[in-house]
């Protein structure tokens, strides 16, 4: 079982970057695949962005348009967004998912365990 708890939430300017990091537990990590989903008040789920076991694979959603990058480390357990050129849009709570298997998915129901999720606030 794995378990998520994610970090590096919090406010920051128009044009500000972030990075959130995604802790988890359990065993055999590498054989999930690893996403960030974000939901904004009221609009539903969105996927970010995913990266599968090997790390060498990466999936963005449209909207990123280069701005983040996905990065995971086995050895710790950990996956990575670094999130630049942050926009007000991009204010939401970001979730950390994951899913055992080798297909990198975009919907939410493909991703088993889910951690509690980040807020990410961008100010004008």
């Known amino acids: 079982q794995v378990q998520l708890v994610e970090s590096g939430g919090g406010l920051v300017q128009t044009g500000g970057s972030l990075t959130l990091s995604c802790a988890a537990s359990g065993r055999s990590f590498s054989n999930y695949i690893m996403a960030w989903f974000r939901q904004a008040p009221g609009m539903e789920r969105e996927f970010v962005a995913a990266i599968n076991g090997a790390g060498d694979s990466t999936l963005y959603g449209d909207f990123v348009r280069g701005r983040f990058t996905i990065s995971r480390d086995n050895a710790k357990n950990t996956v990575h967004v670094q999130m630049n050129s942050l926009q007000h849009e991009d204010r939401a709570v970001y979730s950390c998912?994951?899913?055992?298997?080798?297909?990198?998915?975009?919907?939410?129901?493909?991703?088993?365990?889910w951690g509690q999720g980040t807020q990410v606030t961008v100010s004008s």
């Open positions: 998912t994951a899913r055992r298997s080798q297909a990198i998915a975009m919907t939410p129901p493909l991703y088993d365990k």
